[in-house]
């Protein structure tokens, strides 16, 4: 008996018990499409369409119609993912629920508003966002290997575009280039100190065995993208860590070993070796952050303001005090420019800067220079920075000469959804599909799922 057949049976067994539960008014649940062996019940797509009205989504036509369809393409490219032995470490998918769930908890205003909203713990929208995570990144990744040899032209982008109207142009957003100098406020030595103590007393609570270094990782790590996994960061190679942690990392050779204190950008470590595979390693690690006091914060700004108010005043140039002033490693050396790491340009849109350096730009003119703002940098820190506005683009209708990536990437994007729409009319034709015959009345944008 083939697999198709044992669908066919339990689907008909199915169907057999809801016939008996109606018969004593219950309501159970009914498998409405089969995709592979996969099967797509009437309550997945009743989650997916209260889900998607919870977020003002709306259906170019029957939902019960389109959701299906939509969970059926999600299936054909999992089982891709499957074939390919495409995975993803536990490690990144955490990174991502966590990043989610940080943004739910800023747009609805706290952890309690987002249990209010979901109906659900956080324990248990964390467990909902890890499976919906894993999926979306499998899915990203078989979507990546099937249109990554699309490579165009600029022939063939001159082409795509020749004769259309202006009005059909894309319109480039408003975009800003701007220089940035920082400052970290001083940490006190009595306060590197105090973490330096806290780390030490966790490291002897693990070496005579009172508490594990998973338990103290949850309860005190400040790396929120691991502590939830006990500080594991998964396998990995040299380049994922800064050089300070890696070269502690790779030289641990006893789990059961924790290592000295490490200092790095982010703070101060202790790690623990999970284990070794060839050039990978797989650790874990506590983290803490030395706290910054206000009188350290309220002099870093006036320190900047004085620089700022003497580049003002023409005694020196922006471009030579990044160099010397600015602790800011990835912009010091380029004169202060910031760079977007969506396309590695100068170019920001005000929706990608940080929302302190956008507030801040915001309102000035060319040329000038904000007051000193504090804020969070991308390791996580509080330091206090000024931001110059060297250039701002007005919005605009994209033109070959100031604007080819946009117009590359609109042509590119398009011959992606060709090739990912053809991929799946021919992953149709050889995977086993049925559909309960009360919800075939659909006009389906992939009309092959009923064969």
């Known amino acids: 008996m083939n697999y198709k057949s044992v669908i066919v049976i339990l689907m008909a067994l199915c169907q057999s018990a809801l016939a008996v539960a109606q018969g004593h008014n219950n309501v159970i649940d009914e498998v409405v ?16 369409r209260i889900d998607a009205m919870s977020q003002g989504q709306r259906f170019e036509g029957d939902p019960y119609c389109v959701i299906p369809e939509q969970l059926a393409i999600r299936k054909l490219f999992l089982h891709q993912a499957a074939i390919d032995s495409v995975d993803v470490s536990d490690s990144e998918i955490y990174q991502n629920v966590d990043s989610r769930i940080n943004y739910f ?30 999926e979306e990144t499998l899915m990203g990744r078989v979507r990546e290997k099937l249109v990554e040899g699309i490579k165009v032209t600029p022939k063939q982008v001159s082409q795509y575009f020749k004769g259309l109207p202006e009005d059909s142009l894309p319109f480039v957003p408003t975009q800003v280039e701007c220089q940035i100098i920082v400052r970290d406020p001083v940490v006190t030595p009595e306060e590197i100190e105090r973490v330096k103590n806290e780390l030490r007393d966790y490291t002897e609570r693990i070496n005579s065995g009172t508490s594990s270094f998973a338990t103290l990782a949850l309860m005190y790590s400040e790396d929120l993208n691991t502590a939830r996994q006990g500080g594991e960061c998964g396998f990995a190679g040299r380049g994922r860590f800064v050089p300070e942690f890696a070269n502690v990392a790779f030289s641990l050779n006893d789990p059961k070993a924790v290592s000295k204190i490490v200092e790095t950008e982010y703070g101060f470590h202790i790690i623990q070796l999970i284990e070794k595979r060839g050039d990978e390693v797989n650790v874990r690690h506590i983290l803490r952050k030395p706290k910054v006091s206000d009188d350290a914060i309220m002099k870093a700004i006036n320190d900047l303001d004085s620089i700022s108010d003497e580049i003002r005043r023409g005694l020196y140039k922006f471009e030579d005090c990044t160099k010397y002033v600015s602790h800011d490693k990835d912009t010091r050396s380029n004169y202060g420019t910031m760079f977007n790491p969506k396309d590695n340009s100068s170019k920001f849109e005000m929706k990608d800067l940080q929302p302190e350096v956008a507030k801040a730009v915001a309102s000035l003119n060319i040329g000038e220079i904000s007051k000193p703002f504090l804020m969070v940098n991308s390791k996580g820190k509080e330091v206090v920075a000024v931001v110059k506005l060297k250039n701002r683009i007005n919005g605009h209708r994209a033109t070959m000469s100031g604007d080819y990536q946009v117009l590359q990437d609109v042509v590119t994007e398009k011959l992606s959804v060709k090739k990912l729409e053809d991929w799946i009319r021919d992953k149709q034709k050889t995977t086993y599909v049925h559909i309960n015959d009360d919800w075939k009345k659909c006009e389906f944008k992939y009309p092959g799922w009923i064969k």
């Open 33 to 48: 499409w089969v995709v592979g062996d996969e099967p797509i019940l009437k309550s997945d797509v009743e989650l997916a």
């Open 105 to 134: 908890v800023q747009q609805l205003g706290g952890k309690e508003k987002v249990e209010e909203y979901f109906g659900k713990t956080m324990t248990q929208i964390r467990e909902l966002q890890y499976d919906m995570v894993r």
